[in-house]
């Protein structure tokens, strides 16, 4: 493909337009191509991530999970994010046709991207209009950012002093990116983080590592009959609740995701582990929320799964998270608003 062609599709993006054509033309001249077959992946959700894509020719789509969520042409772009925030691919994105794309690697990206003002400020925008965090402080990092670039691009004196101010600005992200924003909980992101360190940590000293997995019963039923905005708040409510149980600074209350809600307790016996989800337990039925759709009694109630183990070297902490939920089946298959304990076979 010509190069003048791959430049008019470096256009179409939203933040790569803004470079100069001279640095864009060192951009494609230090980039390779990529071609995909129809079906072929880019890459998958979960992957790591050290390089962006730019479609140059066909289409692409994009799959969450099993649902697809987008596709797209020429000039669209895959897999900035991961080099913004998290080295991890938010998606699988592959090809729907023959496709060519341009991959631009980290380095280059850090190299010709983030030395623009004008690039700066495009990516920021993007960053926050894709989070979920708290858009008033990401508004107003970008609003004190893009007056620092404006600045920059009229003086070109101040380009030090935007650079330490982005700094701070990722750090705040990435602070952020961690906390789920409804209740304030850590997100799933932070969880498999802190789980795996744990799992490591209680292997090395072979100590015990418990997990407590925690289901609202009949939410969806709750979501259907008082409607989201109540829903959002029993969320928050119960939130508060598992974040109370959990006070030493070895533990993470987390929110898993939808009405689950989970509990890292390092060195925590099961024994100990099953009085704190008994705790929990208790302290939800003691909100006295309004459940007229759930046949336990009228209140809302949660139901618990806990799994104590001892990593061995070299296992992974699937097995852990494995048995908690099969726990947490276990206490709803039961009947509900109850603790069950499943140990390891």
């Known amino acids: 493909m010509p190069t003048t062609d791959k430049l008019a599709c470096l256009q179409q993006t939203d933040f790569l337009r803004l470079l100069p054509r001279e640095t864009l033309e060192k951009l494609v001249a230090s980039s390779r191509d990529v071609t995909l077959g129809p079906g072929q992946e880019l890459f998958h959700e979960g992957d790591p991530g050290r390089a962006m894509y730019v479609v140059l020719e066909g289409r692409m789509g994009v799959r969450k999970g099993e649902k697809e969520i987008a596709e797209g042409g020429p000039g669209n772009y895959y897999g900035e994010m991961a080099l913004i925030e998290s080295k991890v691919r ?22 010709h991207v983030t ?17 979920r965090h708290d858009l008033e402080t990401l508004d107003s990092d970008f609003q004190r950012l893009k007056g620092y670039a404006a600045e920059v691009e009229r003086t070109n004196q101040e380009l030090t002093q935007t650079k330490r101010q982005l700094t701070e600005s990722n750090t705040q992200l990435e602070r952020l990116s961690t906390l789920d924003t409804l209740t304030g909980l850590a997100n799933r992101r932070r969880f498999d983080e802190v789980l795996r360190y ?12 418990s997990l407590v ?26 939130g ?27 060195g925590t016996t099961e024994e100990g582990a099953r009085l704190l ?25 949660i139901s618990l799964g806990v799994a104590c183990m001892v990593p061995r070297p070299g296992s992974e902490p699937k097995e852990l998270l494995d ?4 726990a947490l089946y ?13 140990r390891p076979e």
């Open 240 to 266: 508060r609740a598992v974040s109370t149980v959990s006070n030493r600074p070895g533990d993470l209350a987390a929110r898993y995701g939808g009405e689950e809600f989970v509990l890292i307790l390092p």
């Open 115 to 131: 030395t623009s003002p004008g690039a700066l400020m495009a990516m920021m925008k993007t960053i926050s209009s894709r989070s």
């Open 213 to 238: 997995f925690c289901d609202i019963d009949f939410f969806k039923a709750f979501n259907d009959g008082y409607g989201h905005l109540a829903g959002d708040a029993c969320l928050a409510q119960v």
């Open 330 to 342: 276990a206490a709803k298959e039961g009947g509900r608003n109850r603790v069950k304990v499943l």
């Open 90 to 111: 938010s998606a699988t994105v592959y090809a729907l046709e023959p496709t060519r794309l341009l991959e631009i690697t980290e380095d280059q990206f850090k190299a």
């Open 198 to 209: 744990e799992w490591r940590r209680s292997a090395r000293e072979a100590t015990p590592l």
């Open 277 to 301: 989800a008994e705790k929990l337990r208790a302290r939800v039925e003691e909100l006295r929320i309004l459940h007229a759709r759930s046949p336990l009694g009228g209140r809302l109630t």
């Open 323 to 326: 048995l908690a939920d099969r």
